[in-house]
């Protein structure tokens, strides 16, 4: 299949996740029902993101046009992609990267989110079965040439173990961060509620920090993330909630919440679902110069390459863990 084609076939397929078709939104519900935290307003929005930034035609021609990818790929690789499970279709990248250069995929998914992914790799080669040997699913991946996995820092020991001598990419734990002036707009602070709340705070895209001047008011903060308020009646994310504050109150740690999340000074980038943490900073060019050379960040939301709202909203040359993933498949 030459490039053009498969071009074509992933806008094609970017068409159809944003349709109301009838056996996605089946597909759509049986991934719910697997997973009770992909509820319809997460999934629906992972999917508009993919659609709408990875999917278009326009996107897909001016993506791959930075890069040499050859018309036809003559000597197509055998790439095993273990793919995570936190929320709807994150491993979708690296399959389209695959795709895109002509490789074949050999794609482990994660039990959590294994509806969606495989719908999708049905619904392609059902409309071009050149493609079936191209988009491969195993539990096991044995005998391919280099490898994409995407899992925690304890998982990631494990997989070093068995793909560090082939060429890979690893990612491991990261999370993102939001600095903040006390300036923001209320239109601003809810656009941070959207960075911190979607996905309930799952991706590594998701603000789980928030740095504020000293004498920050909390007050207005509080009472404009009350919008996600609804998130409190989630059963799981409920459970988080009162396990967390139970903690909190045993421990007599001060906290501060409205009732869907837990606001806690700790110096920790990473908080547990339901819990933001936050930290008094005086000199933010010192703090910016410190976070961007921190490796456990994904973004910085509240920067000028992240406005507020925009963390869960990646482009189609966002790559994961700042690491091109089109330019290491391209030169193996």
Same mark, same amino acid.
């Given at each position: ?72 790929? %003559?000597?197509?690789? !055998?790439?095993?992609? +273990? ?8 491993? $979708?990248?690296? =399959?389209? /990267? ?82 903040? %002036?006390?300036?923001? !707009?209320?239109?601003? +602070? ?8 979607? $996905?309930?705070? =799952?991706? /590594? ?128």
């Amino acid at each position: 299949m030459k490039l053009q084609q498969r071009i074509d076939l992933l806008s094609r397929l970017g068409e159809y996740i944003l349709s109301d078709s009838d056996k996605w939104k089946q597909a759509k519900e049986k991934a719910e029902h697997e997973n009770a935290w992909f509820i319809p307003e997460f999934t629906e929005l992972a999917v508009h993101n993919i659609g709408q930034r990875f999917l278009q035609k326009e996107a897909l021609a001016n993506w791959v046009a930075g890069y040499k990818i050859p018309g036809t790929n %003559t000597s197509p690789k !055998t790439i095993g992609i +273990v793919m995570a499970g936190n929320i709807p279709l994150v491993g $979708f990248h690296d =399959l389209l /990267c695959v795709f895109v250069c002509g490789h074949k995929a050999v794609i482990k998914p994660s039990s959590k989110d294994r509806v969606l992914i495989m719908h999708l790799a049905e619904k392609m080669t059902g409309w071009d079965p050149e493609i079936a040997d191209s988009i491969q699913f195993s539990d096991m991946l044995k005998g391919c040439d280099a490898y994409i996995a995407t899992g925690s820092n304890n998982s990631s020991r494990y997989f070093e173990y068995y793909f560090g001598k082939y060429p890979h990419i690893i990612r491991r734990n990261r999370t993102s961060v939001a600095i903040l %002036t006390g300036n923001e !707009t209320k239109e601003e +602070v809810e656009k941070l509620a959207d960075d911190v709340y979607r $996905f309930f705070g =799952l991706g /590594c895209r998701n603000v789980t920090k928030i740095y504020v001047p000293r004498g920050y008011d909390f007050v207005p903060l509080l009472e404009t993330f009350n919008k996600y308020a609804y998130l409190a009646d989630h059963h799981r994310y409920k459970s988080n909630y009162d396990y967390n504050l139970a903690l909190h109150i045993l421990n007599k740690k001060y906290y501060m919440t409205n009732g869907s999340i837990l606001l806690i000074e700790d110096k920790s980038l990473f908080s547990p679902i339901s819990q933001l943490n936050y930290e008094f900073y005086s000199d933010r060019a010192a703090l910016e110069s410190s976070l961007r050379s921190n490796q456990e960040l994904q973004c910085i939301a509240g920067s000028e390459s992240v406005p507020f709202g925009m963390a869960q909203c990646p482009a189609i040359n966002d790559y994961a863990d700042g690491m091109d993933t089109l330019s290491f498949l391209l030169n193996l």
